[in-house]
């Protein structure tokens, strides 16, 4: 379900982008079916707004219920995770999930096959997310 906000932009959005996705309430995922199920739609709504050429900034916020955000990009050997510093209380998910140990700075960068564990282990933190078409991410390589 799409909540219009009329006012309000998403993280990311472009104000001259009239087909900016709005944010959507999240539904607590259990399951690595579900997680699956997720991926598979947010892949589809993301293709649909994207411009191939600029990619490489496009993929998804995370929105916390209990504050911050989680811009997450993923590419073909990488998963890239912008963690606000509002959102720094939800790194040992992070790394419980994942297995991968905090970095020193803010840009996460994780295996491409996390993914699902990333997801299901971030589910029940998760209050809503929104497609981003542009974020920077601070890293000079991953």
Not at 95 to 122: F, K
Request: glycine share 6%; charged share 20%; aromatic share 6%.
């Amino acid at each position: 379900m799409i909540i219009e906000q009329p006012d309000a932009m998403p993280p990311g959005a472009d104000a001259g982008n009239p087909e900016q996705p709005a944010e959507r309430p999240w539904i607590d995922l259990t399951s690595a079916d579900e997680v699956e199920t997720w991926i598979d739609q947010y892949n589809r709504d993301l293709q649909q707004c994207i411009n191939k050429a600029a990619a490489a900034g496009c993929g998804v916020c995370f929105c916390l219920g209990h504050g911050g955000r989680i811009f997450m990009h993923t590419a073909e050997d990488a998963i890239l995770l912008d963690v606000t510093p509002e959102a720094e209380w939800a790194a040992p998910a992070i790394t419980a999930a994942t297995g991968v140990e905090a970095p020193r700075s803010r840009i996460w960068v994780l295996p491409d096959d996390r993914l699902t564990q990333l997801v299901l282990g971030l589910s029940s933190l998760i209050a809503s997310t929104s497609v981003v078409l542009s974020h920077a991410y601070k890293t000079k390589k991953y």
